[in-house]
């Protein structure tokens, strides 16, 4: 599994971007796909996960309302929508794949495949 997270780049708060999380080398339509994210000196964090179908969507609180996540997978690919974005969201993004269908915790030890991130700066 090679994952391939993109999308991200320099924005202005209030700001949307998507980020996509593609697989080169193989499917993982058959797992549960996570955003996690994290900035210097601070433990990686879950953002956002759904399930291999598209269902069961989950979000930490503060992204909650903000940021949608979803998945093609005919296309192999999952998305983070990130609307109305601040300066607090500023982080490198990660995609990640579960070992389980669904997720079934936030944990990053679930999480068994990561993408290398991509940077969201969002400025004030």
């Known amino acids: 599994v090679q994952l391939q997270a993109s999308g991200g780049g320099l924005v202005q708060a209030g700001d949307s971007l998507r980020l996509s999380c593609t697989n080169s080398r193989r499917t993982f339509s058959n797992n549960a796909v996570a955003w996690f994210r994290q900035t210097p000196g601070k433990e990686r964090e879950f953002v956002a996960s759904i399930g291999w179908r598209g269902g069961s969507p989950s979000y930490t609180d503060s992204v909650k309302g903000r940021f949608t996540i979803s998945r093609d997978n005919a296309k192999s690919t999952v998305y983070l929508q990130m609307n109305s974005l601040k300066s607090e969201d500023t982080a490198v993004y990660y995609c990640?794949?579960?070992?389980?269908?669904?997720?079934?915790?936030?944990?990053?030890?679930?999480?068994?495949?990561w993408g290398q991130g991509t940077l969201v700066t969002v400025s004030s």
């Open positions: 990640a794949v579960s070992r389980w269908a669904e997720a079934r915790s936030q944990a990053r030890e679930e999480y068994i495949y």
